[in-house]
């Protein structure tokens, strides 16, 4: 008797706590933007790089003086790769991706009267060109 009142009153706590009816969620619009922005796959970066050298020809804290400087050496050397790096508080201007340090040497040389105070870095590279 004991074991069947005790399932009966369970029985009734449990209906007599249970919820009927709808739960209506009012949300800013733009929270599914940002759901669906940060559940997106990002695939990883898939371009191979080796270690090699680069040319580090300037640095400043003035982002337009860097520029102006690649926009020079851009004018001498079209097809060599320029990159603009950030590392606060400068900006540094690397050119290049050669495999050999006597590759980056080559260069170097050639940019010597332009940008007198220049010099090589070891780092990690994207593969050069082939043209």
């Known amino acids: 008797m004991k074991i069947k ?3 009966l009153l369970l029985l009734l706590v449990n209906f007599s706590f249970s919820q009927t009816g709808n ?3 009012i949300k800013d ?16 970066a898939t371009v191979p790089q080796i270690t ?8 400043d804290t003035d ?10 050496f851009v004018t001498l050397f079209p097809k060599v790769e320029t990159y603009i790096i950030y590392n ?10 050669f495999r050999t340090n006597l590759e980056a040497e080559k260069v170097k040389a050639s940019v010597d009267k332009d940008f007198p105070t220049n010099f090589i870095v070891k780092e990690l590279i994207f593969l050069p060109r082939i043209d």
Do not use: C
């Open 29 to 44: 619009s733009r929270i599914d933007g940002l759901v669906k922005q940060q559940g997106a796959v990002i695939p990883p």
């Open 52 to 59: 090699g050298y680069r040319i580090q020809l300037f640095f």
């Open 5 to 7: 009142l005790t399932i």
């Open 88 to 97: 606060a508080p400068n900006y540094f201007l690397k050119v290049g991706n």
């Open 23 to 25: 739960v209506e969620i």
């Open 63 to 72: 982002k337009k003086l860097v520029e102006d400087a690649r926009s020079k």
